[in-house]
């Protein structure tokens, strides 16, 4: 296990050759969700552990450039900033709030920040927004969603995915020229792109005339994440295949631009690339899924990844497109490319097209295909010769813009050749596509089912496990951990904390005169009373026997009297129906009451203990009596109350 700290292992220095692998700074102060977190990243990752805010502070002012992501837990026991806090000093929100020294000059870090917390229900997504985080991550760590979640942001560490995020900000020609200039290397491969004019621009490398700016980042910012995409790819029979997929989209999209004239080419060839790009984001942990969703028919993808439990690649595609800021007009083409329906706006329209189009050439149903790119055709309002010609044109373009980009792509055949082949196969095909959607929908009912009746076994066992079967009250156990929870919370905003304990008067006399049934009778309207005078927020436990306990956050202690006395008359002054008839039924009281700091946390078992010395109090003050802990100030104020009716 690699765990970077002061006092146990030495940093690397800047001046030491970088891993392959990408630096990711897990903030955190639980070894144990630190170790088990280490294990499942660090073959993909160069993982760092900062325990406390104090450690992360300085291993981001040493490595801040070297970090490619921080795992940030929110809550940060036992340090002075907690993990939003620290992430708006990170992104160079100051405020007015008092910093410690060491976070004073903390400098601004532009890595991706996901949030880790135990309580996710706490903050809303605009929330982790405007603090600047990219995720919240649920603790215990689900790995799952962890890893779909790093195969989208690492686009943000490469060098072309940089230059796409630096373009959101270029409005003019010089501000194109200012962001090329940040990647030299990236920029030359793009001056050769956009000469070649796959992009929809071919007369010049650089920026042209000041008037024609806005076309020319369009140019830029397409050849850009083309090159992006490709910085994910590494050359392989399984890549060419995507890239295929990838690139047959984008040349469509700009083919049915340059034809139609509904939008710039260059910004359809943008969004084509991310039609399918969210393939190549699953491709990094899940090569053979992704290929087997690129070889599908359009109209069975997202079945089929439904069916698989993964994220759609549509979602995968947006979320690239946002990590790279790109205009939310392209995202919104993105996100509706497998619509029922054309989109309502004209890049959507192109997109959901050029869809149809790239997929006559998949999934081996070629003249099936045809017709259904036809009909999408006229449902857009692109006549048939367009499509006749682009379709035509589409194989070789894809070779170009491949042989462009320094990648091979296979020259597809023609049409008329797919659709000669594909006669005497058409009806098994068709045959075999309908057996694989019912195949693909059974399995998504059978799935939904099983999923039903687990969280239905789980909901259950949830019950049997932290409930009391007889009163209906959380059981001890259950009452513990919400005990240890509340702890947790009180010392992280300085609040009180108040502990009752409940005893029923004389209950072996009404069990040795009225019998079991009326004992029990009577322990569940005790609870139903107790659990009708508190606060949803506070938990009530049966402890044992005739016990109750009762957990008050952020509750005084004068408060808590006030709260047991109420109680104590629930209880005294109306009967409780019993099989054997009514019995008047009274209880004693005993609180407890402690005041938590960031630097003290209190001890549970310390508290109980008191709350049940108050008790025992208050039985050998007669009963029907409340006690405060002696060792609390407010002690002398809680006098005994009269008996009246006691039983």
């Not at 083309?226 to 995507?242: D, M, R």
């Not at 009752?500 to 006399?509: A, E």
Request: net charge negative.
């Amino acid at each position: 296990m690699k765990v970077l700290s002061k006092t146990n292992v030495r940093l690397r220095t800047l001046t030491e050759p970088p891993p392959e692998q990408r630096l990711v700074l897990y903030v955190e102060d639980d070894v144990d969700n630190w170790a088990v977190t280490e294990l499942f990243l660090r073959r993909r990752f160069d993982l760092v552990w900062a325990k406390s805010d104090a450690e992360a502070c300085d291993l981001i002012a040493k490595h801040g450039h070297s970090i490619s992501l921080i795992l940030m837990d929110i809550e940060l026991k036992g340090s002075q900033l907690d993990g939003i806090t620290l992430t708006r000093l990170l992104r160079g929100e100051r405020g007015n709030v008092p910093l410690p020294d060491f976070a004073r000059n903390l400098p601004p870090c532009e890595a991706p920040i996901f949030f880790v917390s135990a309580y996710t229900s706490r903050y809303s997504e605009e929330e982790l927004r405007r603090a600047g985080a990219s995720r919240l991550v649920p603790k215990p760590v689900d790995f799952a969603a962890l890893s779909m979640a790093l195969s989208e942001v690492q686009v943000l560490g490469c060098e072309a995915s940089g230059l796409v995020t630096r373009l959101h900000s270029a409005q003019d020609r010089q501000g194109i020229v200012e962001s090329l200039a940040t990647s030299p290397r990236i920029s030359e491969r793009i001056a050769r792109v956009l000469r070649t004019g796959v992009v929809g621009q071919g007369s010049s490398a650089g920026p042209p005339s000041r008037g024609d700016a806005a076309h020319t980042l369009d140019a830029v910012r397409a050849a850009s994440v083309a090159e992006a995409i490709l910085e994910q790819l590494p050359p392989s029979v399984e890549s060419e295949a995507l890239l295929a997929n990838v690139l047959r989209r984008a040349v469509a999209g700009r083919l049915l631009a340059e034809a139609t004239g509904l939008a710039s080419p260059a910004d359809a060839f943008t969004v084509g690339l991310l039609l399918d790009a969210g393939l190549i984001a699953r491709a990094r942990h899940d090569v053979a899924g992704a290929l087997a969703v690129a070889r599908s028919p359009a109209a069975s993808r997202l079945v089929r990844e439904c069916a698989s439990g993964e994220v759609g690649h549509a979602e995968r595609g947006v979320k690239m497109g946002a990590a790279w800021q790109l205009p939310p007009a392209l995202l919104e083409a993105v996100g509706t490319h497998h619509d029922v329906e054309p989109p309502a706006s004209a890049l959507g329209r192109i997109a959901w097209l050029a869809e149809a189009l790239a997929g006559v050439f998949e999934a081996g149903a070629p003249i099936q295909n045809h017709r259904f790119a036809l009909r999408a055709a006229t449902a857009c309002g692109v006549s048939h010769g367009h499509v006749s010609a682009i379709l035509d044109a589409l194989p070789k373009e894809v070779s170009a813009a491949a042989a462009a980009l320094g990648r091979r792509v296979s020259v597809l055949p023609s049409l008329a050749d797919m659709h000669e082949g594909a006669q005497g196969m058409l009806a098994e095909l068709s045959e075999s596509y309908t057996d694989l959607v019912r195949t693909l929908q059974a399995v998504i009912e059978e799935k939904n089912f099983l999923a039903g009746q687990l969280r239905d076994a789980n909901a259950a066992l949830h019950l049997q496990v932290d409930t009391d079967l007889l009163t209906g009250v959380a059981n001890r156990r259950a009452f513990t951990e919400a005990l240890q929870r509340a702890i947790g919370e009180a010392q992280h905003h300085g609040l009180p904390l108040s502990l009752m304990m409940v005893d029923v008067d004389h209950f072996k006399r009404i069990n040795d005169e009225l019998g079991h049934p009326a004992g029990d009778a009577v322990l569940k309207e005790v609870a139903a009373r107790i659990a009708s005078g508190v606060r949803s927020a506070d938990v009530l436990a049966r402890y044992g026997g005739e016990e109750f306990i009762v957990l008050l956050p952020a509750t005084q202690a004068a408060e808590a009297l006030g709260v047991a006395e109420r109680l104590r008359r629930a209880l005294a002054e109306t009967p409780i129906e019993t099989p054997r008839g009514q019995v008047i039924v009274t209880a004693s009281f005993g609180v407890a009451c402690c005041a938590t700091t960031a630097d003290e946390a209190a001890d549970g078992d310390a508290l109980i203990q008191l709350a049940d010395e108050a008790l025992y109090e208050a039985k050998g003050a007669g009963r029907n009596t409340i006690r405060l802990s002696a060792g609390h100030p407010e002690a002398g104020s809680a006098e005994r109350v009269p008996r009246a009716g006691a039983a």
